[in-house]
């Protein structure tokens, strides 16, 4: 009798336990040019079951002038700073950051926090880069110079580069350049 009454307290206890969400990427780079109107990039939210979800931007260190927003799933105006909203089970959910520079270079960090179902909380890291403009040179692939490293803007090593965004490459002669590699 006790072998059947614990096998099922473990089968009614198994959704005590089960994974409701998961969060694709909780730290996402973000970089562009500081004259454009803005720049973004984004992640998922996937929701395994039906989830009450509320967010709210825990902390900031960006630089003075510039805006930023959210879209989770829906866009917000710059300025908002929380929502809930529920999604439903077998979901994804599209989420952003929009960073506006306001032709200011800098970079910056914006911590999310998420609480789903009251109870779960994920933080994910927005990591937001502005450069000024940059000279635009088309390069042969035929030079014999050799890449060494690959870097993003804030220093950290690629594995390969990142198209559509800034990053630094060091060569063989010590050159190091920055390049945008597009599509």
């Not at 630089?63 to 989770?72: D, K």
């Not at 700073?81 to 270079?105: D, G, K, M, R, W």
Request: with cysteine; charged share 15%.
């Amino acid at each position: 009798m006790n072998k059947i009454f614990i096998f099922f307290f473990i089968i009614s206890t198994q959704n005590l336990f089960s994974q409701t969400h998961a969060i694709e990427e909780l730290v996402v780079d973000l970089s562009g040019n500081a004259s454009v109107s803005d720049f973004s990039n984004n992640t998922y939210y996937h929701a395994y079951d039906s989830c009450d979800v509320s967010w709210t931007i825990i902390d900031d260190s960006i630089p003075n002038g510039w805006l930023f927003s959210i879209c989770f799933p829906i866009c917000y105006s710059p300025g908002i700073t929380s929502a809930s909203q529920v999604f439903p089970n077998n979901s994804e959910q599209y989420l952003n950051c929009h960073i506006y520079p306001n032709n200011i270079p800098g970079s910056g960090v914006i911590y999310m926090e998420i609480t789903t179902n009251g109870v779960q909380r994920d933080t994910v890291e927005w990591r937001a880069t502005a450069i000024n403009d940059l000279t635009l040179n088309e390069y042969s692939e035929t030079s014999n110079r050799k890449i060494i490293n690959i870097y993003n803007l804030e220093g950290r090593k690629l594995s390969k580069a990142i198209t559509n965004q800034v990053i630094l490459i060091e060569f063989d002669d010590g050159l190091i350049e920055k390049r945008i590699m597009l599509n």
